[in-house]
């Protein structure tokens, strides 16, 4: 009998031991989810600007020969809201346009001395990731200094 319950231990021992072996593995881990790589963020025009000019002007109209040369700066800032772009612009500059005239012994100079304008701006943003563009409307005020003088040359 003893005999009996030590078989009867040993083949419940062997057939644990095998079935552990029989248990099934563990589901292999979820394939990772592909994501994408992140967007390129838009272009924005928002944001603060510097900048100078200079040039030169000419006119002639109805006998009036107006040239020289000006220089100036330029500041201004825009703020977009999704597809439109609201911003304000101010210029001055410096300028030596104009022309002298000699008669009789007189001479008559008129010039334009300095020139400022203030712009603001209206625009719809065109989206094109590789060449951003931009459609504007720019109403403004522009206004200018001019001296007149006559002297005697004799």
Do not use: C, H
Request: aromatic letters at 10%; hydrophobic letters at 45%; glycine letters at 12%.
């Amino acid at each position: 009998m003893k005999f009996v319950l030590v078989v009867l231990t040993l083949a419940a021992s062997v057939s644990a031991a095998a079935a552990a072996d029989v248990l099934p593995a563990p589901a292999p881990a979820a394939p990772p989810v592909y994501s994408p790589p992140p967007a390129t963020p838009a272009y924005n025009w928002s944001g603060f600007y510097v900048g100078v000019m200079g040039g030169y002007g000419w006119s002639t109209s109805q006998g009036n020969d107006f040239k020289g040369g000006f220089a100036g700066g330029t500041v201004g800032a825009n703020a977009q809201f999704q597809n439109f772009v609201v911003g304000v612009e101010t210029e001055g500059a410096w300028s030596n346009i104009g022309q002298s005239v000699t008669a009789f012994g007189l001479t008559a100079t008129d010039r334009i001395q300095a020139s400022d304008s203030v712009t603001g701006r209206l625009a719809a943003t065109i989206s094109r990731s590789a060449d951003p563009a931009a459609s504007s409307a720019t109403p403004g005020f522009t206004m200018a200094t001019r001296s007149a003088a006559a002297s005697n040359t004799a």
